[in-house]
């Protein structure tokens, strides 16, 4: 229903980009866990290497359901055991809160 899809949209909340001290804070906690800011972008970036494939997939898989329902979408690259993790924000351009829950939900599922 069309409708229903215009409703859905003009719902979901934009994400605002961090600055100044929570910026900061989120960068702290997160590079303290492995994550990197990268160097191409506004964004952070970290390596997973996992036992085997079938691990490796298994994470993929735990995290993109959450993914999905957060509405939140990491950018990733899976050889094997390891899995490159970008989190940018696209509605904002940039790092927002949602790349930071979704890195912690990562290194816990990761653990």
């Known amino acids: 229903n069309t409708m ?3 409703v859905r949209v003009a719902c ?8 100044g001290d ?6 702290a906690k997160a590079t303290s866990n ?3 800011l990268s160097g191409t972008r506004d ?11 079938t691990q490796a997939w298994g994470f993929m898989s735990q995290v993109a359901l959450h993914a999905e329902k957060m509405d939140h979408h990491p950018e990733w690259f ?3 055991n390891r899995v490159h993790v970008l ?7 940039g790092l927002s809160t949602r790349d ?3 890195a912690a939900f990562m290194d816990s599922v990761a653990k």
């Open 22 to 27: 929570a910026r900061q804070a989120a960068l």
């Open 34 to 36: 492995g994550w990197a």
């Open 100 to 102: 930071f829950e979704l």
């Open 87 to 93: 989190l940018s924000t696209h509605d904002c351009n």
């Open 43 to 53: 964004a952070i970036e970290k390596d997973y290497k996992f036992k085997d494939f």
């Open 12 to 19: 979901r909340t934009m994400a605002t980009k961090l600055a």
């Open 4 to 6: 229903a899809s215009v």
């Open 78 to 80: 899976n050889v094997y």
